[in-house]
């Protein structure tokens, strides 16, 4: 197993939140199967961070 930290940031407007959640799109499902289509292998995220809004 090996470790690969990831720093994101996303716009989650279009989202149900971060946790993966049957029949909702949802960030940590979608960067998972991003992951897979270009690994080819089956990856579970596991996040920290921040939910505060930033202002434009």
């Known amino acids: 197993m090996r470790n690969i930290k ?30 897979e289509e270009v690994t080819g292998e089956i990856v579970e995220l596991n996040a920290s961070g921040r939910t505060d809004s930033r202002s434009s």
């Open 6 to 35: 990831l720093t994101i940031e996303y716009d989650g407007k279009e989202f149900g939140g971060w946790q993966k959640q049957p029949n909702k799109l949802n960030i940590q499902g979608t960067i998972e199967k991003a992951i």
